[in-house]
Each structure stands twice: as C-alpha cells, then as structure tokens.
C-alpha cells in the first residue's frame, strides 16, 4: 500500500514515516500543501494522511481540491483542532476519518486498515480476495487453487495495484509511480520484469487471473480460463 503523508511538522512527519515504512507501507511524504496537492492529484496513493494546517495551501484546500475534481482516495485529516465542530467540518469536506494530535500509532493504523477496508476485494482480516485467489499483504503470501508462494515487497506492491483496480487498464507511468515512487529513477524494463515475475507466480498457484498487455498502454488484470 502507498501513502501519501503530508505534515509540516519534520519530526512528526519523519517519525510517523520510520513507523509506516517498518510495518510494510510505501510512504512518499511531503512538508506544503503545493506539494501534497500536486501529488494527490497523481491518483497513485491508496491513502492520504493530510495535516490540517499547511503552508502554502492549507490542508482543507487540499482536500476539497481533490473532492471538487472526483479524486476519492481515502484522506484521514490530522490535526489539533478537536472541537466537534471542526470534526463534522473536516468530514463535511470530505474527509474520509479525523484524527486528533497527540495519537497512539497503533490508532492511526488502525484508521489506515479502517478506510482502506472499503474496497470491495478487502476481507477484514486485511487480506485481499478476488476470484480464485487470496493475498495477504501483511505476510506477502498469496493463495490459490494450486498452493501459496511468497512474493517479494515490490511484486506484492505491484499485485496490490492489480487488485485494488482489478478490471481496469493501468498506464506504465502509472504503475511505475505506484510501485516505486515519485522520486525514483527506476528503468521502464523494470516494470516489465516484474509483470513477468507475476505472471509466473499466478500460473504456479493455478488462478484464473491473468495480467493482460494493453498494447500501447499499459497493463490490465483479468480472469481467463483456468491453469491446469
């Protein structure tokens, strides 16, 4: 899973960043609200962590940014703010949960697996379920018909794109910002090595799931016929 993390306070958002990347997530972070705003609009994130009070374009501005242009990735507000009526605003605006400094990590990961569970494929025990296979991102195991195997993080990275948009074609560029970051100088053959490893790894356990090419444009999950 990728986040985005925008807080202007460094140690909070270093700190919070050391955390979420020690319990498996991907986190891009920023310290503005031009930043957060620019990358939010990407659509490449499975969840947003916005502070409330940027600078340079306040955390609500953000948020209500992305509402007015349909991006509906998850967004927990934090903030210092905890009257009920800044609450019933935040969420009015779109927020997704509120979460009020100072918090316990394990709150805020928990409100992380709470507004992600909304995906249709999300089991509650965090593991994703589509058609014939399940996987689990907490251990990178995925199950099938056939058996289990381990993934490495990235091409679990990379399945977790797949599921959360299963159906729909992906871009490269897409895919590439998904799996390894904004800020990487990744090769373009990377991507196609690891499509390749998937695809391995989902004929072994047997799924139905194949991950078609889109010529020209990127890549899709599909079910298809059984491997036997």
Sequence with gaps: MRILLAEDDINLNHTLSYQLNA???AVDSCFDGEEALFWAKENIHDVIL????LPMIEGTDVLQNLRQEEIAIPVILITALGALSDKVEGLNMGADDYLVKPFAFEELLARIYCVTRRSPILAKDNKFILSDVTYSPEENILTGPKGNCSLSKR?????????RNQGQTLSRSTLLLKVWGPESDVEDGNLDNYIHFLRRRLLAIGSRLQIKTIRGIGYCLKEGAANV
Excluded at 50 to 53: G, T, V, Y
């Design 155 to 163: 091409e679990g990275t990379l399945l977790e794109a797949f599921l």
């Design 23 to 25: 319990q498996g997530f």
């Design 50 to 53: 916005l502070d409330r009070m």
